[in-house]
């Protein structure tokens, strides 16, 4: 009974030590990033604009896009797209025609890093959740709720 006791205590009133190094760590973290409003002023003027280089985009949107398509062999404007590995957030996309099976082309949905092998958009979506604060478990909840494959706990140690 001791142990079940125990384990349901009140909580101090007061951080413990292991919680207050870690604000202090989160503290200083967020400070070293953090710009000054001098700063901001100065580069202001010199922002360029970029386009998005990531888009989410569901795979029968693709098929919709393409499907006016001709192949020559066959005369036909029947051009899918599909879905066949999944590597984290990477996939490899496929172009096949429907009536002969040919696959027309095929190319993964983010480069690979040439250093590590591992994939841009993993890599960039590990990031943004380690940097909201957030580990795996967050990054396990997001794909599930826009309906895509999730990152192995393993791949995502490794990013």
């Given at each position: 009974m001791d142990t079940v006791s125990r384990r349901y205590r009140k909580l101090k009133g007061r951080p413990s030590k292991q919680k207050r190094m870690c604000a202090s760590n989160i503290s200083k973290r967020w400070e070293k990033d953090k710009v000054e409003n001098s700063d901001i002023s100065v580069c202001s003027?010199?922002?360029?604009?970029?386009?998005?280089s990531h888009v989410i985009m569901n795979n029968s949107m693709w098929s919709s896009l393409l499907s006016k398509t001709k192949y020559d062999e066959?005369?036909?404007?029947?051009?899918?797209?599909?879905?066949?590995?999944?590597?984290?957030?990477?996939?490899?996309?496929?172009?096949?025609?429907?009536?002969?099976?040919?696959?027309?082309?095929?190319?993964?949905?983010?480069?690979?890093?040439?250093?590590?092998?591992?994939f841009e958009a993993n890599k960039k979506l590990v990031e943004a959740f380690l940097k909201i604060g957030k580990g795996y478990a967050a990054l396990e909840v997001f794909p599930l709720t826009i309906v895509i494959h999730a990152m192995d706990k393993k791949h995502f140690q490794n990013v």
């Open positions: 003027s010199s922002i360029v604009i970029e386009k998005n066959c005369n036909m404007c029947s051009l899918d797209v599909t879905s066949n590995g999944t590597y984290g957030f990477s996939s490899e996309i496929e172009l096949k025609f429907k009536n002969c099976e040919k696959i027309f082309n095929a190319i993964f949905s983010s480069p690979r890093d040439n250093t590590d092998k591992c």
